[in-house]
Structure formats: structure tokens, C-alpha cells
């Protein structure tokens, strides 16, 4: 089993940044894609950025595209998300997943773990 658990997020005026890690426990995910997915209130949960489990292919929703890096470092079991130039429409509870296989995957439906969530907020 693999147990993910995110950085705390917190509160950010728009045009702020915020960067978001994701620990890995259990065993390593250094050949598991994995991906960031947010939800906000009343909405259903997005597909926000992936990477493949080399860190060589990345992709990204077209609402954060230019705005947000996807990243990890299999050393250290973790994957983060860099959010510049935060919107208020960013504000959700943002989800890391992983995938126990294969190269990348923007689909929720895709990934076999995810973490408990933390929540952004940004403020206009």
C-alpha cells in the first residue's frame, strides 16, 4: 500500500504563489506516475497536472498551463506542485494521486492512491 499525504496549503492573495508537496510512505513510487487533481465547492474533482514516473513528460490542464509546475524527486519519494500567479478560481482542496503503473494519466479514475487533500485559498 501506498500512503500519500500532502503539504499544508493555506491562504494566498491572487497573483501570489504556493508550492504544494506530496510524501510517499509505504514503499517507493519512483516508477509511478502521479498526478495533482483539485475540487472546489460545489464542483466536481479536475484533473490538474501529471508526470511520469521518469519526470520526463509532464502535462497540464489548460487553466493552470504556464502558471503551475508539476515535479519530483524519486530520492526522496515526493512529488510537488508549484502554483504562480494564483487566481481566486484556483481556490480548491487539491489532491495528489499516484498510479501503481504505466507513464502518465490525466483521467481521476486512472489512479489507485490519493491523499487526503489540502485546501488553497486565494483571496481577490
Known amino acids: 500500500q501506498v500512503q500519500l499525504v500532502e503539504s499544508e496549503g493555506g491562504l494566498v492573495q491572487a497573483g501570489g504563489s504556493l508550492r504544494l508537496s506530496c510524501q510517499a510512505s509505504?514503499?517507493?513510487?519512483?516508477?509511478?506516475?502521479m498526478g495533482w487533481f483539485r475540487q472546489a465547492p460545489g464542483k466536481e474533482r479536475e484533473f490538474v497536472a501529471a508526470?511520469?514516473?521518469?519526470?520526463?513528460?509532464?502535462y497540464y490542464a489548460d487553466s493552470v498551463k504556464g502558471r503551475f509546475t508539476i515535479s519530483r524527486d524519486n530520492a526522496k519519494n515526493t512529488v510537488c506542485l508549484q502554483m504562480n500567479s494564483l487566481k481566486p478560481e484556483d481556490t480548491a482542496v487539491y489532491y495528489c494521486?499516484?498510479?501503481?503503473?504505466?507513464?502518465?494519466?490525466?483521467?481521476?479514475?486512472?489512479?489507485?492512491?490519493w491523499g487526503q487533500g489540502t485546501q488553497v485559498t486565494v483571496s481577490s
Open positions: 494521486a499516484a498510479r501503481n503503473g504505466g507513464y502518465y494519466y490525466i483521467k481521476e479514475r486512472e489512479y489507485n492512491y
Open positions: 508526470i511520469s514516473w521518469s519526470g520526463e513528460r509532464t
Open positions: 509505504g514503499r517507493t513510487v519512483s516508477n509511478y506516475p
